[in-house]
């Protein structure tokens, strides 16, 4: 206390009667400068005993109604307010903030998944609105975010009243409070405080952490896929055929059964294609699956078709001499072949075919010597083939086909057999006992099948004479100069198997397409069309975290309301710290005062334990506790 020798007037200030009257200021003194060489801190004491016409003294009113000169009254003491006037239901400073706070995120995190469901599976190019859905999510999970904290930064603020009214806590809790209710970096700093056993605090402070998980976890939500989606309004469509009538081989002789081949252009395309396709290039069946669609399917369908099986008959041949050179074989079914093998000009025969018919409407086959290609080919060995060639029935299961061409075409095949009928059972009569068409059917299916009479033999004599040839060691002059195809030279080192594979998919594919294409009659069955449709798909397992962070939010603001029902409400309120701190005589004790230094202040505050309770006037401070009763 200021002395009176020094012409200072005492001040005798009570505080805490100051802190009872509602329309009184609180005097305030300003501190003075530090003067130079003083070599301390000022204390209260000598902030008291500057002369008051020191110009670093602002003069302040103090109210009239005080008596400087006298201790306050026991009358004039701060009272505890009542509980009823601590809690108001209706007041501004109730938890109305906070609840409106959680009611906005519950709102926002609800939006989100209504957002989620309307876009889930749905088509990028559907939505209607201007902002994307994922940046729509993202704002509505910011929001959400920064409404949580509200209610998780009050409900720890409030805390650490309540953490001090229980029992007495190290001073320094009160600043681990206040650092966790600021953000994730204080609230780690909490759980790391192995001295602060407070559950209430550590699930606020987990429930801030993981809050820091919300937008990487909401980015992962949606994300844009790619799938097949019908295109509509496409033209999709594959040849099949039903009936075959040849453009290249056709007479119109009334004979119709061997008659002459009337001359047409369509000849040599047919032998144009059968040669591209033995080769490997195989001409693709009258397919349309265009761009924009990436893929087109057809369901089942069956179509006419040519069915061709290569054969090994090396040990079926039996081999006759017929002199020094001349050797005769006799294959199991077809035509014998016989070879020279030691031509007069010291050659040999190196390949000889010879196709010829089956009984009436069973097709050809090709019988024929050469080497085994598909083995070692620095060991030659003699090999006796046979090509059986006949017609059949295809059913494709599923085709799968993009606008480059054919990808998938599992099918089966089945035999079909010659359906004979009589004159009043054609659809088409030419003359008396003459038909238009042979028919076949097969065991699986009810429809006739239907193939012109100009290929009884016509196609097949096409073919015999295609693949019939016979090479020589050295060549005779006119194999060297021949004008046809050299499909004996390419037989020859030709892997035969594939050769056959060839053979059959080139003739289906021609009696299957019109343009390009050898049947006038060939049909085009509709497909469906697909493209690659971007949309949006849901991970839902993320929507977790925004879900369970606004849940344990909502319930530890409602446990924090139930907790101070009848308790003060300070929550982070700054005036509240100023006006219901330590109390003086603790003040003094401990002299914090005296150093401006934080790490100072910090490891006093760890030795000082207090306890927020009312002290012998019934205000509301700080009041030191015995280091023995805290807990």
């Not at 000598?46 to 201790?71: C, K, W």
């Not at 047919?270 to 057809?298: D, F, H, K």
């Not at 050797?327 to 014998?336: L, Q, T």
Request: proline share 6%; hydrophobic share 40%.
């Amino acid at each position: 206390m200021p002395s009176e020798s020094d012409g200072t007037p005492p001040l005798d200030f009570d505080l805490r009667a100051f802190q009872a009257s509602n329309n009184a200021y609180m005097p305030i003194s300003p501190r003075d400068s530090i003067e130079s060489g003083s070599g301390g801190h000022d204390t209260a004491t000598d902030h008291m005993d500057r002369s008051p016409t020191s110009s670093n003294i602002q003069s302040i009113p103090i109210p009239e109604t005080l008596d400087e000169t006298r201790p306050a009254q026991a009358s004039e003491k701060t009272k505890l307010p009542s509980k009823s006037s601590r809690f108001n239901l209706f007041s501004n400073w109730w938890w109305w903030w906070e609840i409106g706070a959680i009611i906005l995120c519950v709102v926002c995190v609800g939006l989100v998944i209504k957002v989620l469901q309307m876009v889930e599976n749905q088509p990028i190019e559907l939505w209607p609105y201007a902002i994307r859905p994922n940046s729509l999510i993202s704002v509505l999970t910011t929001i959400a975010k920064a409404a949580m904290l509200i209610p998780i930064a009050s409900c720890i603020s409030q805390a650490k009243w309540s953490h001090f009214q229980r029992r007495p806590h190290a001073l320094d809790h009160l600043q681990l409070y206040d650092d966790a209710s600021r953000g994730p970096w204080g609230s780690f700093l909490l759980l790391c405080s192995w001295r602060l056993k407070a559950v209430a605090a550590w699930a606020l402070a987990i429930v801030t952490l993981v809050a820091l998980g919300i937008e990487p976890s909401v980015q992962q939500i949606l994300e844009p896929r790619n799938r097949e989606a019908p295109l509509a309004n496409a033209t999709v469509q594959i040849g099949r055929a039903e009936n075959y009538t040849s453009k290249a081989i056709w007479s119109s002789s009334i004979q119709g059964y061997g008659g002459p081949r009337d001359p047409n252009p369509h000849i040599l395309e047919l032998q144009t294609a059968l040669a591209n396709g033995l080769v490997g290039s195989v001409p693709e069946v009258n397919i349309e699956c265009r761009e924009p669609a990436t893929q087109c399917t057809w369901e089942r369908f069956r179509t006419l078709a040519v069915c061709a099986k290569f054969s090994n008959v090396t040990n079926d041949v039996k081999e006759t001499r017929l002199n020094n050179t001349f050797y005769s074989y006799s294959f199991p079914e077809g035509s014998n072949i016989t070879m020279d093998v030691n031509m007069n000009n010291g050659g040999t025969t190196l390949f000889h075919s010879i196709g010829s018919l089956k009984e009436a409407y069973n097709g050809t086959i090709i019988n024929g010597v050469g080497k085994d290609n598909a083995s070692d080919p620095y060991n030659i060995q003699q090999l006796f083939f046979s090509i059986e060639i006949n017609w059949c029935l295809r059913t494709y299961d599923k085709v799968i086909a993009s606008p480059a061409g054919i990808k998938e075409a599992p099918y089966t095949s089945e035999p079909l057999y010659y359906h004979p009928f009589t004159a009043s059972e054609a659809g088409s009569i030419v003359g008396a006992g003459m038909f238009k068409y042979d028919s076949y059917e097969a065991d699986s299916a009810q429809t006739l099948f239907n193939i012109s009479v100009s290929l009884y033999n016509g196609l097949w004599i096409f073919v015999n004479e295609l693949l019939s040839r016979e090479l020589h060691s050295p060549l005779t002059d006119d194999e060297q100069f021949e004008s046809d195809t050299k499909f004996g030279e390419f037989l020859y080192y030709a892997d035969l198997a594939n050769f056959t594979r060839n053979l059959e998919e080139t003739l289906t594919n021609q009696i299957r397409s019109s343009s390009p294409g050898d049947n006038q009659e060939a049909l085009l069955f509709p497909g469906q069309a697909f493209y690659q449709e971007t949309y949006w798909h849901v991970e839902w397992p993320w929507i977790a975290v925004p879900i369970a962070e606004a849940f344990l939010t909502l319930l530890l603001l409602v446990i924090s309301i139930m907790a101070t029902w009848h308790q003060p409400l300070f929550r982070s309120s700054a005036l509240a710290l100023l006006f219901h701190g330590l109390q003086e005589n603790d003040l003094d004790m401990q002299s914090p005062y005296t150093k401006a230094d934080p790490d100072y202040l910090e490891r006093l505050a760890k030795s000082v334990y207090v306890e927020f309770r009312e002290n012998e006037n019934g205000v509301l401070k700080f009041v030191r506790a015995v280091k023995s009763d805290a807990v």
